[in-house]
């Protein structure tokens, strides 16, 4: 087998990425596009020693779930690498790869249905454009094409709310209609980098951070009078600084051009505030039920204290806080702190005390040296999971409960079986976050042994 060969293949899987993933002669080949059933003519695009890499020529046997395609910039763009997937059946591809990841280390436990959306469009309430140079040397606005920062110009957007995407189009235009500069990768010069625009979903507040080179923004007070008169639930203008060659989109200095710098939503009954620097979940209508199902896992009665670990501004464990005695939280990133104590302030939630610093650093100490333990213990750690430290500090705590959310379901498993010492773990469930794509959250409970 070589670069350029023509097969045709059956799809007998899904991967991790949702690609499809057929088998010649023993030899792996994935195929992204593919749905497991399908029979398809494939050309072969890389080989390596031990696996390798088609692109769809042709599908000869369709699957029953294939569904025609509904947004002009798939499969080019980098966002839904599912669209073309029946959206139920999307939901039995995630629940199946949590399941694989188990049983492929032996841990058995039951995986719950994935808990999907009743609407799965126009969820997301953060837009992140980027800006850039087309082939002709006009600016463009949109997203990065697959693999790549070519910016595709996008009109509209399948799973970004509606009014953020009116926003970003409207400053697109400002961008234009000024003759103002947008930031070229490939000879680092340029003023406009990206355009980020957040709504509450609840609360219908509206931020636009417009992330800038250094220099001077002359056109300022044009910018905020033109989109405040045509967006009145535009309640904040930022503008954020980055000068650094980084794929990185923020810089560390914000200057709030209209407003408070921050706009409100609401959670559960709890109110947040978010601001330009802050992590809060791009869907929060099933970031509610990924959240309730954490703290029914959790079955707090108002005795126990509770870790919140890679806290960002709070969330969970502020939306806990009712049923525990004292909350706990712990995040790397000074401003999220910031804001983690001025939602449990705006909440109302005085059993609180949050410390700055990266989990593995901060926990052991509060431990070792404040002697403060934990019933129970909301950990939410990045891509990478829970640092070793981290994993061995709660094995010497011991709290009664772990409840584990995740966002990539690998480093899940990896961490439940180091912690399978002391704790069994018997349920899981996977929430769409990101409907159309490949990614999944999951809540896992762990439960301490012997208890």
């Given amino acids: 087998m070589k670069k350029n060969d023509e097969l045709i293949v059956d799809i007998i899987d899904n991967g991790m990425d949702g690609e ?15 749905i497991c059933g399908e029979k398809v003519k494939i050309g072969i695009v890389k080989v390596l020693k031990t696996h390798g890499f088609g692109r769809v020529i042709e599908i000869i046997e369709s699957s029953k779930y294939r569904r025609e395609n509904d947004c002009k910039t798939f499969p080019r763009c980098g966002g839904c690498d599912l669209r073309h997937v029946d959206y139920n059946y999307t939901l039995e591809m995630k629940e199946k790869r949590i399941e694989n990841l188990f049983k492929k280390e032996k841990i058995d436990v039951t995986v719950k249905p994935c808990v999907g959306m009743d609407d799965p469009f126009f969820y997301r309430n953060k837009l992140q454009y980027p800006f850039g140079v087309n082939k002709d040397g006009k600016p ?10 070519n910016v595709i110009e996008t009109k509209e957007c399948m799973i970004q709310d509606k009014l953020c995407q009116k926003v970003a189009e409207s400053v697109f235009e400002f961008i234009k209609n000024n003759n103002i500069s947008v930031y070229s990768e490939e000879n680092l010069k340029g003023f406009v980098r990206h355009c980020i625009v957040r709504i509450g979903k609840k609360s219908n507040e509206v931020m636009v951070t417009l992330v800038t080179n250094k220099g001077e923004f002359k056109e300022t007070n044009k910018l905020v009078n033109e989109l405040t008169t045509k967006f009145p639930e535009i309640k904040s203008i930022v503008r954020n600084i980055n000068d650094k060659n980084t794929n990185v989109i923020l810089g560390r200095e914000n200057e709030v051009l209209f407003g408070s710098g921050y706009i409100k939503d609401n959670l559960l009954g709890f109110d947040f505030e978010i601001s330009p620097m802050s992590f809060y979940q791009v869907n929060p209508i099933q970031t509610e039920k990924l959240y309730s199902k954490a703290i029914e896992y959790a079955e707090l009665t108002g005795k126990e204290s509770i870790f919140d670990l890679y806290c960002g501004i709070g969330t969970i464990g502020i939306c806990a806080s009712k049923g525990a005695k004292m909350l706990y939280g712990i995040e790397t990133v000074p401003e999220a702190i910031e804001d983690a104590k001025k939602n449990a302030y705006l909440n109302n939630v005085e059993n609180s005390e949050y ?30 999971g829970c640092e070793t430290i981290v994993l061995e500090t709660l094995l010497k705590v011991k709290p009664e409960k772990i409840v584990y959310v995740s966002c990539n379901p690998a480093t899940l498993v990896r961490d439940v079986k180091v912690l399978l010492d002391e704790y069994e773990i018997k349920e899981v469930t996977p929430v769409d976050m990101f409907p159309y794509t490949s990614h999944v959250e999951t809540v896992a409970v762990l439960k301490l042994k012997n208890i």
């Avoid at 499809?20 to 593919?34: E, L, Q, R, S």
């Avoid at 052991?364 to 891509?383: G, N």
């Fill in 140 to 149: 463009v606005m949109g997203v990065f094409a697959k693999r790549s920062h």
């Fill in 20 to 34: 499809g993933i057929a088998k010649v002669d023993g030899f792996t080949i994935f195929v992204p596009g593919a």
């Fill in 355 to 384: 410390f700055v610093g990266n989990v593995e650093d901060v926990l052991p100490k509060l431990v070792e040296e404040r002697d403060i333990k934990a019933d129970v213990c909301f950990i939410d750690p990045p891509r990478k």
